[in-house]
């Protein structure tokens, strides 16, 4: 099993542009979610579904839209990136009946400039 | 919302030392995890806590469940250079029809082991 594939790894995006973090899981896991990590402030919950077509708000989804049309996928969309969106993003998995035993992939690196 | 004060932010230790880092909380948490994350890689789940006053132990790794349940504990026995990474607690809460929908994660801690 691959677990939890993000593409890209590292991005540099100009302010105004718009890309898609492409996300992937191949254990079933019912639940996905994005996080982002800045330094000092831990993963901070961005958007996160428990199923194909639901989605819900995490704690700063604002610039970002997702979409659930499958159980595998998971894409997180920057409408207009923006400087303050320069992080790390992390998908992660986990089945519902888990306690909390996220998967997480490696990570996208992303900067705006 | 909720937040996870974790401490020390970071540590440089020598090889073979101990190591114990903490997080409390404003609120009570029902499962505490602890989580490393090496460098450019994703965070790996160490141990999971379920119990106030649960004392578990993975390895040279022992954590604590305070039993107030707003605290956390994470001790780490004869540190060797691959302990090397940043440690994070975490608390899950209810989010989207259960209830470890959504992780709360404390700053992390930075551990340098210098051989």
């Known amino acids: 099993n691959a677990g939890v594939t993000q593409t890209p790894k590292f991005q540099v995006l100009k302010t105004g542009q718009s890309m898609t973090l492409q996300c992937a899981q191949d254990?079933?896991?019912?639940?996905m979610s994005w996080y982002r990590q800045d330094p000092g402030m831990g993963l901070r919950l961005i958007h996160y579904?428990?199923?194909?077509?639901?989605?819900d708000q995490g704690e700063v989804p604002n610039g970002y839209n997702v979409s659930r049309s499958t159980t595998e996928d998971f894409p997180l969309r920057l409408l207009s990136a923006a400087p303050s969106q320069t992080s790390v993003y992390f998908c992660a998995s986990t089945p519902l009946w888990s306690a909390g035993g996220y998967t997480f992939g490696s990570g996208t690196r992303l900067t705006v400039v | 919302g909720q937040q996870l004060n974790q401490s020390p932010q970071s540590m440089f230790i020598q090889e073979g030392e101990d190591v114990s880092m903490n997080c409390t909380s404003s609120?009570?948490?029902?499962?505490w995890l602890w989580y490393k994350q090496d460098p450019g890689e994703g965070p790996v789940l160490l141990i999971a806590?379920?119990?106030?006053?649960e004392l578990t132990s993975n390895g040279r790794l022992t954590a604590q469940f305070g039993i107030t349940r707003k605290d956390s504990f994470l001790n780490i026995s004869a540190s060797i250079p691959s302990d090397v990474g940043i440690y994070f607690c975490a608390g899950p809460s209810y989010a989207g029809g259960t209830s470890y929908g959504k992780l709360t994660f404390g700053q992390g801690t930075i551990l340098t082991v210098h051989p």
């Open positions: 254990m079933n896991h019912e639940y």
């Open positions: 579904s428990v199923g194909a077509g639901i989605t």
């Open positions: 806590l379920y119990k106030a006053g």
């Open positions: 609120s009570i948490f029902n499962t």
